[in-house]
Nanobody, 121 residues
Framework: QVQLVESGGGLVQAGDSLRLSCAAS?????RAWFRQAPGKEREFVAY????????YYSDSVKGRFTISKDNAKNTVHLQMNSLKPDDTAVYYC?????????????????WGQGTQVTVSS
């Protein structure tokens, strides 16, 4: 069983930046960030392969968000720049034991508790 612990959420103004972190207690092959706004389904944000560092982003965050990994700390970061009110959501870290890009929440094996990001206009 892998445990994921997220940190870094908060309240910011539009145009500001935030960095989320996700520390894992064990090895996984892929790590991703999802988000869920009130009344909406959980949606894919970004993915990174632990093996080769390949990344993939949703169109809504491409060019503004950057996912990265720290191998030594078994931690993934999500740098969020130029934040918009539409980015307001609970952000979840997820991990998979499957090799290759996965964008569906149901395909992930482990989840963090979530961290709130609120962007005011």
């Amino acid at each position: 069983q892998v445990q994921l612990v997220e940190s870094g959420g908060g309240l910011v103004q539009a145009g500001d930046s935030l960095r989320l972190s996700c520390a894992a207690s064990g090895r996984t092959f892929g790590r991703a960030w999802f988000r869920q706004a009130p009344g909406k389904e959980r949606e894919f944000v970004a993915y990174i392969s632990w093996n080769n560092g390949d990344t993939y982003y949703s169109d809504s965050v491409k060019g503004r968000f950057t996912i990265s990994k720290d191998n030594a700390k078994n931690t993934v970061h999500l740098q969020m720049n130029s934040l918009k009110p539409d980015d307001t959501a609970v952000y979840y870290c997820a991990a998979t034991r499957t090799v290759g890009l996965i964008v569906l929440p149901r395909e992930y094996d482990y989840w963090g508790q979530g961290t709130q990001v609120t962007v005011s206009s």
